[in-house]
């Protein structure tokens, strides 16, 4: 009995194979015959809508002369300035309440003895950073810079930068993470 199952199960195995091979008649592949059908015939009374002036975009009003991204500036750069600074179009004193604002609901750091009179916001920001390292756990480094955010006049509107302690602009993580909170709530 054993064995008439086993030849069964040889035969039906033969016949897979036999049948993944090709060896079995095969469909008739009709598509390959098939031909092109007839154009369509669209009648002459019917026209179909312009479609070009459908999606059309008015005309931008002409402007006389370059238009520049970044607002021009009464205070002239000097050679180590920073390059990401924040103007504002207010006054600086407005500037100045709405960029305490922004650092305290945004809260990326621990904010110091503000000064309102000259317009200086100390702020300490903690800086993480991985080192990947092959063959062990990356290692992560905490950092805490000490930052103070100055609203300075400039004409009628103001400008934001980031110094360090001892008063000299730095252009470092901690800083553009300050400007771009404030950039997020103070001009967004």
Do not use: W
């Not at 194979?17 to 092109?36: I, N, S, T």
């Not at 007839?38 to 809508?49: M, R, V």
């Not at 934001?160 to 993580?173: A, C, F, I, K, L």
């Amino acid at each position: 009995m054993k064995l008439l199952n086993v030849v069964r199960i040889v035969l039906l195995a033969g016949v897979f194979v036999v049948a993944g091979c090709g060896l079995l008649p095969k469909r008739k592949e009709v598509y390959l015959k098939a031909e092109q059908g007839k154009t369509l015939a669209i009648p002459p009374d019917l026209d179909s809508p312009s479609r070009r002036d459908a999606m059309r975009v008015a005309d931008a009003p002409a402007v006389s002369g370059p238009i520049s991204d970044k607002p021009k500036s009464e205070i002239q750069p000097t050679p180590d300035d920073i390059a990401d600074k924040l103007f504002v179009d207010a006054a600086p004193e407005i500037c100045f309440q709405n960029v305490r604002d922004a650092l305290e609901q945004a809260q990326i750091g621990v904010l110091g003895e503000i000064d309102s009179k000259a317009r200086r916001i100390p702020i300490t920001v903690d800086i993480q950073s991985t080192e990947k390292r092959r063959f062990r756990k990356d290692k992560v480094n905490k950092q805490s810079l000490r930052r103070v955010v100055v609203v300075l006049a400039d004409g009628t509107k103001s400008r934001v930068v980031v110094e360090d302690s001892e008063g000299h602009p730095v252009d470092d993580e901690a800083s553009k993470r300050i400007i771009a909170v404030i950039r997020e709530h103070v001009s967004g």
